[in-house]
């Protein structure tokens, strides 16, 4: 009995278009069993269906949050030391208080039962909002270091003021400083090629490529995860956060036709960098393996101030706690009764966010969103739009920052709690990247923020609903095409 070639083919077919479905099967099952939000889980969805193969392959590669396995065993072993730590703050009452304003204490409360810390007094904080000013201040407190320098930054470019941040580094790693310096494997990868990279690491400076791109790893990290954080700790007692990196914005992507970027640091000291260090620590530990001592929790640079800038720090990503920085900013749009203004140059917020941006101006909330104009993603200025007739519909103001890329991000409620750092309002930075945002419930720097946030609006143009639903109709088609594509953004 012969089989004929023809039937063998059949069965071959056969067999392929079966494996081909129990693939979509258990590809669908493992993406609806990681409890995710709804956008999240259809959009992947859509993906692997329209994309045969090619979808399956992307979900697996940017889908899912993987560490690696040596990560997450270097996560699993700081974490006692950690708890330790934090343990040993309680030590210190005098830094602690609960008396914070009302609009701060439901945020204040959700970090107390996630951390086991109560809001951290006696810190002073500085807004800095120029370029110029940053690296000044940056400089300046680089060349009085004494002991350690510890930073990480997703970019840093050389050219500029930028190269006299290098500078500075290697003048502190000659006269005995220690320098530590982790950088994005992405977001730095044409700075780690560079003779200026080379030339530091000569100098004494320990410089650590973060999270490295490299297509080999896919089977045990998510290549797109990214150590997102802009920090900079300088002898334990100043530190900086923010959405700067270093880079000299007139020499930044200047053929990207986005302008300069603008941007925010802010500089403080007090018992809220011990906090800082802890961080660091934490990351240069998960991505190299080596310890670092600890901070001392009671000395600071200056005095603490009694009740002045009351903060807390929420750093995010894997490894900590899950959806964290999400539910921060959830708690602080439902707590605000009066003003809410947002900064962010990426807007593809997830369902639950949406609706609470809407709803808060719809129960008679002044909100506002302040984004650029113009944008270097062409995906998510297009994704964003998606969003805007909800927003508009609800009664949100919307604003266009011209002429330059507005990256500042920051959150202003009711001119008393502000959230300033690194995190973008889309999905990326609310549950992949390693970010970190500095929650701050003090009029004072409210005033700060909110007075520089009045000279962005000063610089922005108001999109009008009317307008906006006249649009013609094939930007509803590329508005939606991207915003299928939101978890890849």
Same mark, same amino acid.
């Given at each position: 009995m012969t089989i004929s070639w023809i039937s063998i083919y059949d069965w071959m077919s056969y067999l392929i278009l079966f494996s081909y479905w129990c693939l979509i099967v258990a590809t669908t099952l493992r993406i609806v069993t990681k409890r995710r939000p709804t956008t999240f889980v259809v959009a992947w969805m859509l993906i692997i269906y329209i994309l045969p193969i090619v979808g399956?392959?992307?979900?697996?590669?940017?889908g899912e949050t993987r560490l690696g396995q040596r990560r997450v065993?270097?996560?699993?072993?700081?974490?006692?030391?950690?708890?330790?730590?934090?343990?040993?703050?309680?030590?210190?009452?005098?830094?602690f208080t609960n008396n914070v304003s009302s609009v701060a204490k439901p945020l204040f409360q959700l970090c107390k039962n996630q951390t086991g810390l109560d809001g951290i007094r006696g810190n002073h904080i500085d807004l800095i909002c120029t370029p110029d000013e940053i690296f000044d201040h940056l400089i300046n407190d680089i060349n009085q270091a004494t002991s350690n320098i510890e930073m990480v930054f997703y970019i840093w470019y050389k050219g500029g003021r930028a190269n006299d941040v290098e500078e500075a580094l290697i003048q502190a790693a000659k006269r005995g400083v220690t320098c530590r310096l982790m950088l994005d494997s992405a977001g730095s990868r044409q700075f780690l090629k560079t003779d200026?990279?080379?030339?530091?690491?000569?100098?004494?400076?320990?410089i650590v490529e973060s999270l490295q791109v490299n297509l080999l790893r896919f089977m045990f990290r998510r290549l797109d995860l990214r150590q997102h954080r802009k920090i900079a700790i300088i002898d334990n007692h100043i530190a900086y956060t923010g959405s700067m990196n270093?880079?000299?914005?007139r020499f930044f992507k200047q053929d990207k036709n986005v302008g300069e970027w603008v941007d925010i640091m802010i500089r403080m000291d007090g018992p809220i960098t011990a906090l800082m260090s802890t961080i660091f620590a934490s990351d240069w530990e998960l991505e190299t393996g080596k310890k670092i001592l600890l901070p001392k929790v009671t000395v600071f640079a200056e005095p603490p101030e009694a009740q002045k800038h009351i903060m807390q720090l929420i750093p995010s990503?894997?490894?900590?706690?899950?959806?964290?920085?999400?539910?921060?900013l959830l708690t602080a749009i439902y707590s605000a009764q009066e003003e809410i203004i947002f900064t962010t140059p990426y807007l593809v917020p997830s369902d639950d966010l949406l609706q609470?941006?809407?709803?808060?101006?719809?129960?008679?909330?002044?909100?506002?969103?302040?984004?650029?104009?113009k944008n270097d993603s062409v995906m998510v200025k297009w994704a964003s739009r998606a969003f805007f007739s909800d927003l508009l519909?609800?009664? %949100?103001? #919307?604003?266009?920052?011209?002429?330059? @890329?507005?990256?500042?991000?920051?959150?202003? +409620? $009711?001119?008393?709690?502000?959230?300033?750092?690194? %995190?973008? #309002?889309?999905?990326?930075?609310?549950? @992949?990247?390693?970010?970190?945002?500095?929650? +701050? $419930?003090?009029?004072?720097?409210?005033?700060?923020?909110n007075n520089l946030l009045k000279s962005y609006l000063s610089q922005s143009t108001e999109i009008s609903a009317i307008k906006?639903?006249?649009?013609?109709?094939?930007?509803?088609v590329i508005e939606r095409l991207f915003y299928f594509f939101a978890p890849l953004l």
């Open positions: 399956i392959i992307l979900y697996f590669l940017l065993k270097r996560a699993q072993e700081m974490r006692p030391v950690v708890d330790n730590f934090v343990k040993q703050l309680h030590d210190y009452p005098f830094i200026e990279n080379h030339k530091m690491k000569q100098a004494g400076i320990e270093i880079v000299d914005p990503g894997p490894g900590y706690t899950e959806n964290m920085i999400h539910q921060a609470a941006i809407c709803t808060a101006a719809q129960r008679g909330v002044n909100v506002s969103i302040i984004i650029p104009e519909e609800s009664g %949100v103001k #919307l604003y266009q920052f011209e002429h330059n @890329l507005l990256h500042t991000k920051s959150v202003f +409620i $009711d001119n008393q709690l502000s959230l300033v750092g690194t %995190v973008n #309002l889309d999905m990326r930075s609310l549950w @992949l990247n390693f970010e970190l945002t500095a929650v +701050i $419930d003090d009029t004072e720097f409210a005033n700060k923020l906006w639903q006249k649009r013609p109709y094939w930007y509803h």
